[in-house]
């Protein structure tokens, strides 16, 4: 049973189908998932409560690391075993869990399928010859991607520089309107979601007014999980950096 919409769609790609006896219900909502909906909607999907988990009898429960530690503890009472693992900020770091995800699964090979994948998405999305080019993730609301993050680490290999620490902006600070149009970077990662109030400030007209920088639309689900999200950002990251080329 896996609990993180992370590790779900790793387990997808490198489990049988009835080895994976439920998933998060985060990946089957469009707006918190990071594998493809259709996929997601073929599993079972679970709160994540000890009573869901327990009815299912895996052999193994996959999460986070921020599991609450009253789950943790009754899972451990009950003698399930639970695998931990952390948000990986780093392609190796991804890669790494890939592996330990299909040997949990026992299908290592599948792992190595992936990693080969993400191999090939790497070698074809490395950053042309010049300078890095001034980028900002903008989520809906203003919220920022900050250093120390995959998807910083994705832009500084597809040729991009994040602009957000020499803003004093760490992960999940909020870059208000007015300060983006005071000082614009060259492109805009605008992250918003397809529907809803935040995506007016991504779309505010007085952006539309800026000489020199690029609104790329850059979907949300790119942001959150390494894993088979890795090829697909980095595709959309190299196609938004030839254009501005």
């Not at 049973?1 to 489990?15: G, M, Y």
């Not at 790494?96 to 990693?115: D, I, K, S, T, W």
């Not at 492109?187 to 809803?196: D, K």
Request: charged share 15%.
């Amino acid at each position: 049973v896996s609990l993180n919409p992370c590790t779900d769609a790793i387990l997808a790609e490198v489990a049988d189908p009835a080895q994976l006896l439920a998933i998060s219900h985060y990946s089957q909502d469009p707006a918190g998932s990071s594998m493809d909906i259709t996929t997601a909607r073929r599993f079972r999907a679970t709160g994540g409560s000890v009573e869901e988990v327990l009815a299912l009898k895996p052999d193994v429960v996959v999460d986070g690391t921020f599991t609450p530690p009253a789950t943790r503890a009754a899972l451990q009472r009950l003698g399930l075993k639970l695998e931990q693992m952390p948000i990986a900020a780093t392609v190796p770091d991804s890669v790494a869990q890939v592996r330990r995800l299909a040997a949990l699964a026992g299908h290592p090979e599948r792992g190595e399928a992936l990693v080969r994948r993400i191999e090939a998405a790497l070698a074809a999305s490395k950053a042309p010859a010049g300078p890095p080019v001034a980028a900002i993730v903008w989520q809906g609301g203003g919220i920022v991607a900050g250093e120390g993050t995959l998807i910083t680490a994705l832009m500084a290999h597809t040729g991009f520089t994040n602009t957000a620490a020499a803003r004093g902006l760490s992960q999940a600070s909020h870059l208000p309107l007015e300060a983006m149009l005071a000082n614009p970077p060259r492109v805009i990662l605008a992250a918003g979601n397809s529907h809803g109030e935040e995506d007016r400030l991504l779309g505010h007209p007085a952006l539309a007014g800026l000489k020199g920088t690029t609104r790329a639309p850059l979907a949300p689900a790119l942001l959150w999980c390494g894993g088979p999200t890795i090829p697909k950002t980095l595709a959309r990251l190299a196609e938004v950096r030839r254009a501005i080329q």
